[in-house]
């Protein structure tokens, strides 16, 4: 049976996230799969529910820029896209960064950079916060379907496959984040 984790039993969720679990949650616009970007196994059972090759990469989401630092190869930023990037978070804006060597190739797929996110949605960044870092951000969804955008159509999508639900609702947005290039400023996604 699926479980739902409310807001005060994020505790909770974390701790499956820490065991291997792959979750569904709340972002600005709609559900996200998410899982920790260091648990290999974890993720390919996320592209396994998504039923998408992983080739295509994921982005990281965080409750904050300490979160994601680790991950960006700083020294290739110039300061003044770093102002740009910190002036959008928290917020629907997800930067493409050059990565660090921190990063696990299997979050990548075959991009070069890695897909970063500072998230202003509150159910979302309380729960990177008790899972102490980071999280995997893709859209709750079978490849090429709809995004869920309530935990009815999560559960429809997924089942008992997926390890738990945050039972929290989705932010206003209509569209999920803007994605950008952090050199070039050029948009990749509206």
Partial sequence: ML???????????????????VLAYPTEAVFGLGCDPHDRAALGRLFELKQRPATQGVLLIAAEFSQL????????????????????????STWVFPRSMHVPEWIVGHHTGIALRVTAHPPAAALCRAFGGALVSTSANPHGAPPARITRTVADYFGDALDGVVDAATGDRQAPSTIRDALSGAIIRA
């Avoid at 739902?4 to 996230?17: N, P, R």
């Fill in 69 to 92: 630092e680790q991950y960006i190869d700083l020294a290739n930023v110039p300061r003044v896209v770093m102002t740009e990037v910190q002036a959008s978070w928290p917020g629907p």
């Fill in 3 to 21: 479980r739902y984790y409310t807001l005060d039993q994020l505790t909770a969720a974390a701790d499956a996230l820490h065991r291997g679990g």
